[in-house]
């Protein structure tokens, strides 16, 4: 869950594109924002849910959170380094 406090700097709608379309705009979104950032990636793509923490994790960016919508899947990314 995310705090209110959050400030969502750029949103990726990547709804209807399939896999690793919806991770290359969040690596793409990633490289060009500021350290502190939070980044929102909606996807309709199952693999984005699995891709995406793992990418993070090998990259050493922050996840902070995964939510599983109706149809798609939200998923807030903060840039730490």
Avoid at 5 to 32: F, H, N, Y
Avoid at 51 to 77: A, C, F, T, Y
């Amino acid at each position: 869950m995310i705090m209110e406090s959050t400030q969502i700097s750029q949103s990726i709608d990547a709804r209807g594109s399939a896999c690793p379309g919806p991770l290359m705009e969040l690596i793409k979104a990633v490289r060009s924002a500021e350290v502190g950032s939070f980044i929102e990636l909606f996807t309709s793509e199952k693999g984005s849910a699995s891709d995406v923490p793992s990418w993070l994790n090998k990259v050493g960016q922050k996840l902070v959170d995964i939510e599983e919508l109706s149809d798609h899947w939200r998923i807030i990314v903060q840039k730490v380094k």
